[in-house]
């Protein structure tokens, strides 16, 4: 069995997205996987890096909030990000937390310029509506230059994107 960390980003309670996350959560603890949620909305979690924490994590040093974060990313055996696509790409909020929690010295350390992976062997796994662009981001292509992949594959994680039934199925 593994160890699943949710990350909800969503406004809403009352969305698609979340009842995606009521379903998949409860599926995968009825197949006997350990299950914790983390919604960004409800945890007021700040998104902005400031220059200080910045510099700061370069010495290894990480504000309170992160460090809760990042026990919660070391637990995990597998990520998997929630969220609606809007104006192309995930929401402000997801985007922040990657840049405060995935940090140099926790997630990546660099040899020069080459990113030296420290969360490899991590599955990623997400679920990102694109309402109501889905067919405009396909016909342009838009959707296969999305951040999140650059960035979580630079981290050395296995990314996959499932459909959600053939998750429920196995």
């Known amino acids: 069995m593994m160890n699943h960390l949710l990350l909800y980003c969503h406004p809403s309670n009352h969305s698609f997205n979340h009842a995606l996350l009521d379903v998949y ?4 603890e009825k197949k ?3 299950v914790i949620v983390r919604n ?3 945890l007021a979690f700040n998104p902005i890096l400031t220059e200080r924490e910045y510099e700061n994590s370069l010495e290894g040093q990480y504000e309170a909030d992160v460090l809760n974060e990042q026990k919660y990313i070391a637990w995990c055996d597998c990520i998997t990000l929630i969220y609606p696509v809007w104006w192309g790409g995930m929401p402000a909020l997801l ?3 990657i840049d405060r929690v995935f940090t140099y010295g926790f997630a990546y350390e660099l ?3 080459d990113p030296i992976p420290r969360l490899k062997g991590k599955q990623l796994l997400r679920f990102a509506r694109p309402v109501p662009l889905l067919k405009f ?3 342009t292509g838009c959707m296969r230059q999305w951040t999140w992949r650059a960035t979580l594959v630079f981290l050395s994680f296995a990314v996959y994107s499932p459909s959600i039934l053939s998750i429920l199925a196995t």
Do not use: V
């Not at 959560?25 to 995968?28: A, C, F, G």
């Open 40 to 42: 960004l909305y409800d």
């Open 137 to 139: 981001m396909r016909r």
């Open 111 to 113: 040899d020069g310029e």
């Open 32 to 34: 006997g996987h350990s």
């Open 95 to 97: 985007k922040g937390y």
């Open 25 to 28: 959560s409860e599926e995968l």
